[in-house]
């Protein structure tokens, strides 16, 4: 049975962020889902791929963008996932919590153009919702990207809730699952250097992409692909 890609969208996106990398994989005869993310809770969030992982039958290969990337570090320790792929994401260690990672490194763009509104929660309080300003998200989010495009995905986005933010990842799947990490050299979302620093810590393989903003899969789709392809070849898939 071939490998499944699963790609896990970030923050402030949904799966139409995907788009252009699932269409060259789909035209490639590869096998892909791309499910849905609440962005509600990374423990919760994880919870949800783990369990879509374990339906799909046979080997997975998990690509995670931005805070995808911290969902498939939790999630990816599934039996039946075989590799991990980050872009421009965080690789998260044991007790620490996207926050704590990027706080370890001046702000990026983002920090800026930021908005938070508040959403109710099941016991009748009220959680925070992050999102991108809409004026600002074609710059920060995804510069190179084309105007009418990120215009659609700037008032599509899909809020990240602050509890994601802060909340520490109880697993590391990279320990011992083989990874493979793209920086977005131009990213104004997440500062580069918290990806490289992730990715080095983790013993990723690392690619990086000269020019390419937050939401490479539009910018540079082929690159992406060129480097699922790479953890596909490696894993047998």
């Known amino acids: ?96 919590s996207l926050g704590q990672l990027q706080g370890g490194f001046p702000d990026s763009d983002l920090a800026a153009n930021l908005v938070y509104q508040q959403y109710p929660l099941p016991d009748g309080t009220e959680g925070t919702d992050v999102s991108v300003r809409v004026d600002a998200f074609p710059e920060v989010f995804a510069a190179g990207v084309d105007p009418a495009t990120a215009q659609v995905l700037a008032v599509g986005q899909r809020p990240l809730s602050a509890l994601a933010f802060g909340e520490a990842a109880t697993v590391a799947a990279w320990r011992t699952k083989p990874g493979w990490g793209l920086v977005s050299a131009a990213d104004r979302t997440i500062n580069p250097d918290v990806e490289r620093f992730g990715y080095q810590r983790a013993g990723l393989e690392v690619v990086e992409v000269a020019g390419a903003p937050h939401l490479v899969m539009h910018q540079n789709p082929q690159a992406v692909v060129d480097l699922i392809r790479t953890a596909l070849a490696a894993v047998g898939g």
């Open 1 to 96: 049975m071939p490998t499944t890609v699963v790609l896990v969208h970030g923050a402030f996106a949904d799966s139409a962020s995907f788009a252009p990398v699932t269409r060259l994989l789909l035209d490639e005869g590869l096998d892909v889902r791309v499910p849905p993310v609440a962005n509600r809770s990374l423990l919760g969030d994880a919870a949800a791929l783990r369990r879509f992982v374990e339906q799909v039958g046979g080997q997975v290969l998990l690509v995670g963008h931005s805070y995808g990337g911290a969902v498939i570090t939790q999630a990816g320790d599934a039996d039946a996932v075989v590799g991990l792929v980050y872009l421009a994401g965080y690789a998260l260690v044991e007790g620490e």
